[in-house]
């Protein structure tokens, strides 16, 4: 609305006249007509919630959706009388236009509220259980389209786009899939890092069954439910332990180890170095730690002997597994 038209009167018969004319052309499903004479009252604030009403009915059916919901937040925040009856058309927006997660965020807010007139709030529950059944639909479909994906970039060792949909379906149930996605735990072409991601998607999806796993030359059963994470397996609480003097004497060192660690226990994941390689391989952390910080004058703070031969294997498996895991994290 313009300031000049702001101070000028609209006529009384004027007005009634734009009212009828406008209440008449919506009446006729002639939205145009009737958004034009709406919008003139609006112009010369001559428009009551009646009037608002019909412009947000015009706004609709022409698909104008995003000015009927900035026109409904405004009105919302300016007509406490009307808010429902604008709250309502704001709802049946985002219905309209797919928007489920903030028509239901909507409502739950709304339902906090005691001042909901009694057919309304029956009406909202109604739209609310329609919503959410068709969220889940939705979600459901999406979820099978993105492993459909998974299962062709699995097929056509695409890398990237195995990571990217593994990272994206984690929080999806996996249990609809698993006879699909099972087997290529044990494919020789997929990535050990992919293989941990599918491990791991099944762990936090409590997957309760036995499943094969196949990296890196070796091969176990194992269920992912039973599965600890990654740092809180025994196998690295025992080899961090190894290496607490570390923490002690050089905690930027540890922290150092400790991603190196990781990183190495990630690749590997769910198969784990037994007891007796752990001293070896704490050496070997500690002797590529040190020398990716320049500490190699540093010894090493341990008296049981290592043969070198055995540390310099690990130390050549270790920077392996480290390419092993970039090459799938540089993808992104």
Known sequence: MTHEKADVVIFPKWKSSLEQDGLAALKEKNYKEALQSFNKLIDFEAANSEIMTGKLICLMELGQYEEVEELCQKLMRDDEEHYFQYLHIYLTVLFQTGKYEELLDLLDEVFKSEDIPQDLRKQFWQLYDITENLRTDETRTENIEAVDELLIALDTHNVKKQWQLLSMLRKQDIQPFMTEIAPYLTKDDIEPVIKTALVQWMQEQRVD???????????????????????SHTSARQLLYLLERVEQDNPTLFEFIQQLVFRYMYVRFPIMPEDHELPGLAKAFYELGSSSLQLEDHEYPFHQYIEQEEVEAWKEQIVYYESQYFAVLDEE
Do not use: F, Y
Request: overall charge neutral.
């Open 209 to 231: 069954r036995k499943v094969s796993v196949k990296k890196l030359g070796e091969e176990i059963m194992v269920n992912p439910v039973e599965l600890s994470d990654i740092l």
